[in-house]
T-cell receptor
């Protein structure tokens, strides 16, 4: 069964360092997302991506964050200069497209980021 | 704005007990409603969904009915098993004004089922 895969599963970094989280969405999906969940809090929308550009982003997604689809398969989230409060589980998700307009997303297992 | 509120956990039940996890929502349009489940060490998986009022979503013995009059989507299961131990997330997705229907999640409810 097709699935969304994420790497790394866990990354520990020092405050101020750059981090790149990687995702491989399901191959025929057209919409891609990043969500995050700070420990004990809600799963929060960060950004959605379609047709090689950001389509929506939340207030959380400030200038420290960027997303990219560098080739036909990977979808990356970059945090330029990490802060302690960026420690969270980051989930990648994908959706097939507008014909499947029920909002059903397929999620990866998450990448846990710990900023020290 | 749109939001989802679900009951605080953790919830601890004995095997074969009845489960209810409450979920209510606030939305300006006509959302689709979802329950996602996260088993230990895994990602979020769609458990069930309902796309319009009075629809009932069901899967793996779980059910939830979309109640527009009470803005609720409570999750129920008649007889839980140890393997149901997981975190359950209620979510909504709204499509209007060009929105792609990004999911808005509740905080999650952790369920532990004891043998």
């Amino acid at each position: 069964e097709p699935e969304v895969t994420q790497t790394p599963s866990h990354q520990v970094t020092q405050m101020g360092q750059e981090v790149i989280l990687r995702c491989v969405p399901i191959s025929n999906h057209l919409y891609f997302y990043w969500y995050r969940q700070i420990l004990g809090q809600k799963v929060e929308f960060l950004v959605s991506f379609y047709n090689n550009e950001i389509s929506e982003k939340s207030e959380i997604f400030d200038d420290q964050f960027s997303v990219e689809r560098p080739d036909g398969s990977n979808f990356t989230l970059k945090i330029r200069s990490t802060k302690l409060e960026d420690s969270a589980m980051y989930f990648c998700a994908s959706k097939i497209g507008v014909l499947e307009n029920t909002g059903e997303l397929f999620f990866g297992e998450g990448s846990r980021l710990t900023v020290l | 704005g749109n939001s989802v509120t679900q009951m605080e956990g953790p919830v601890t039940l004995s095997e074969e007990a009845f489960l209810t996890i409450n979920c209510t929502y606030t939305a300006t349009g006509y959302p689709s409603l979802f329950w996602y489940v996260q088993y230990p060490g895994e990602g979020l998986q769609l458990l069930l969904k309902a796309t319009k009022a009075d629809d009932k979503g069901s899967n793996k013995g779980f059910e939830a009915t979309y109640r527009k009059e009470t803005t609720s989507f409570h999750l129920e299961k008649g007889s839980v098993q140890v393997s149901d131990s997981a975190v359950y997330f209620c979510a909504l997705s709204e499509h209007y004004g060009g929105s792609q229907g990004n999911l808005i999640f509740g905080k999650g409810t952790k369920l532990s089922v004891k043998p």
